[in-house]
């Protein structure tokens, strides 16, 4: 069973708009939910994270978007970059089980 | 220079053979992880350890084994490989093993199984 789904699988966008990225969880025990992004041939790295107690937290052009009643979050890059381009992926942590659950991730596309 | 270190970078197995995946962490931390990445699964947890006891396992299959000989090793023995085991397999490490903690992830082992 997913625990932590993502949408869409693939997102493509001109330079300068906004990419929305999707992201629902199962689990109300849930508590941390960080998005990490991975280059081609890199490893994942942490790029932003959210608490419950926060319903929003940004980070320069990044910023997360959280809705604990729906179980809902979303990542939004504003101005988006052709460096933005990697693969995202949204995480959930907490409740029974103190590792992360991966979403099947995003791959966004920003074209020039 | 890389603080978590994979070895090999790259791992070809004939079906049925056994092979051991290195990591080493060089960030202090006392909490480390296995995950596994395949076209059919991204990033699925496999192992967690911390302060070298074995925290949480989703693996279903005892041909995974994961070994810690100090604190900042956390080998995994993959035994009778299969050609679905093909993936590639991060080491991952944080400060405690809580479960609001940041991952830093290795370079990764890409293990291709014949």
């Known amino acids: 069973q997913q625990q932590v789904r993502q949408s869409p699988q693939s997102l493509t966008v001109w330079e300068g708009e906004t990419a929305i990225l999707n992201c629902s969880y199962e689990d109300s025990t849930f508590d941390y939910f960080p998005w990490y992004w991975q280059f081609p041939r890199e490893s994942p790295a942490l790029l932003i994270a959210?608490?419950?107690?926060?319903n929003k937290k940004e980070d320069g052009r990044f910023t997360i978007f959280f809705n604990k009643r729906e179980k809902k979050l979303s990542l939004h890059i504003t101005d988006s970059q052709p460096g933005d381009s990697a693969t995202y992926f949204c995480?959930?942590?907490?409740?029974?089980?103190?590792?992360?659950?991966f979403g099947t991730g995003t791959k966004l596309q920003v074209v020039p | 220079d890389p603080k978590i270190i994979q070895k090999p970078k790259y791992l070809v197995a004939v079906t049925g053979s056994e092979k051991i995946l290195i990591c080493e962490q060089y960030l202090g931390h006392n909490a480390m992880y296995w995950y596994r990445q395949s076209a059919k699964k991204p990033l699925e947890f496999m192992f967690s350890y911390s302060y070298q006891k074995l925290m949480d396992n989703q693996t279903a299959s005892s041909r995974f084994q994961p070994q810690s000989s100090k604190k900042n090793h956390l080998d995994l023995q993959i035994t009778a490989l299969k050609p679905d085991d093909s993936a590639t397999y991060f080491c991952a490490s944080s400060r405690t093993g809580g479960d609001n903690e940041r991952l830093f992830f290795g370079h990764g082992t890409k293990l291709s199984v014949l």
């Open positions: 995480a959930a942590s907490g409740g029974s089980g103190t590792y992360q659950r």
């Open positions: 959210i608490r419950p107690v926060s």
